[in-house]
């Protein structure tokens, strides 16, 4: 059994910084690419980024310069560093991992319970 658990969502006031992490833990025998994506109410959710094994990345246009995303391999974790937060970054932020578990001979995509990031203006 493979979950992933977000931390770090909360409130901040505009300009304001957040970190959020995401862990993925159980029977997982390799990670491939991990991401965030956020999804605001009303609004289809979104890709904000996403991190290759190597650490190859990739950015919405509405975040790049402000949001910087890593990880861990060792800790089977991906971070997201977020900067000069605005109003319309408020959502709900959810991480995904493609991630292939022990005994499982396919690949398969598993989301986080998503974390609550408000910003205030």
């Known amino acids: 059994q493979v979950q992933l658990v977000e931390s770090g969502g909360g409130l901040v006031q505009a300009g304001g910084s957040l970190r959020l992490s995401c862990a993925a833990s159980?029977?997982?025998?390799?990670?491939?690419?991990m991401g965030w994506y956020r999804q605001a109410p009303g609004k289809q959710r979104e890709l904000v980024a996403s991190?290759?094994?190597?650490?190859?990345?990739k950015y919405a246009d509405s975040v790049k310069g402000r949001f910087t995303i890593s990880r861990d391999n060792a800790k089977n974790t991906v971070y997201l560093q977020m900067n000069s937060l605005k109003p319309e970054d408020t959502a709900v932020f959810h991480c995904?991992?493609?991630?292939?578990?022990?005994?499982?001979?396919?690949?398969?995509?598993?989301w986080g319970q998503g974390t609550q990031v408000t910003v205030s203006s």
């Open positions: 991190i290759t094994r190597s650490g190859r990345t």
């Open positions: 159980g029977s997982i025998f390799a990670i491939s690419a």
């Open positions: 995904n991992a493609d991630i292939k578990a022990v005994g499982v001979p396919a690949w398969y995509d598993y």
